[in-house]
């Protein structure tokens, strides 16, 4: 059966290693943020952010027990804001969207007014090969309808810039699922593409070109001097 948590680990795992920065747009509890503490180690950073008070108390709690790293910069504020804490790119960023599970302030779950605007901020500061994954909980209406005003904006984004991809249940609707956002590569590092390839193959028909030239001069010269003796 289909594991989707792992599935977004794995996700995450392969564009985030040791040194990298990390973003957890949605703390909560600290899940997320003890996974991509530990993912990043001493080396890396990681910012969470939430609007609730008794998140960053629970989160820094968690933390502490489990041994993180000491590499989390926790932060109350709304995601949306993200551009006035975070001034580096990221490597790979997460929102678990919807209810603080357990939460003692009910009623506070995100909502598209800021969700779309804190996910389009992401992907700005989103390093080139960089990730950012957004898990939605249809079964409540503001997170259905977060989920459909994510699809049309998965769907518009350009291919070439950034591949948008969804994971989800079919046969369980009301079941989370999640959004993936992949940026290119730099083109430094993507291989090359069909003028590289061609000015390469024509580099290569110029240096034969030459070589067949010069032999034939040698072999004319070498035919004049045998001419004469
Ligand atoms: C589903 S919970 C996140 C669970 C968390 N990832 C964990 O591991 O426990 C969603 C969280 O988003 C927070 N939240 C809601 N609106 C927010 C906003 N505008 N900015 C930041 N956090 C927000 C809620 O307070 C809640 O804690």
Known sequence: MVDLLS??????????G??????????????????????VGEAGRVYAFDLQESALVSTRRYLQEKGAPENYTLICASHHRLKEFISEPIKAGMFNLGYLPGGD??????????????????????APDGILLVAVYPGHEEGRLE??????????????QICSSCFRILNSPAAPFFYLFEKAPDKAVRRPG??????????RLAKQINDASRRLQEQEKQEKAEGRE
């Open 194 to 203: 069909r003028a590289a390839k061609n000015a390469a193959r024509a580099e």
């Open 18 to 39: 040791p040194g990298d920065v990390a973003a957890d747009f949605t703390m909560g509890n600290g899940n997320d943020t003890l996974f991509l503490s530990e993912t």
């Open 7 to 16: 599935l977004q680990k794995s996700f995450i795992l392969a564009h985030l």
């Open 105 to 126: 302030e009910k009623g506070i779950t995100t909502k598209r007014a800021t969700t779309l605007p804190a996910v389009q901020a992401a992907l700005d500061i989103l």
């Open 147 to 160: 989920g459909e005003m994510l699809a049309d904006f998965a769907a518009s984004l350009s291919r070439y």
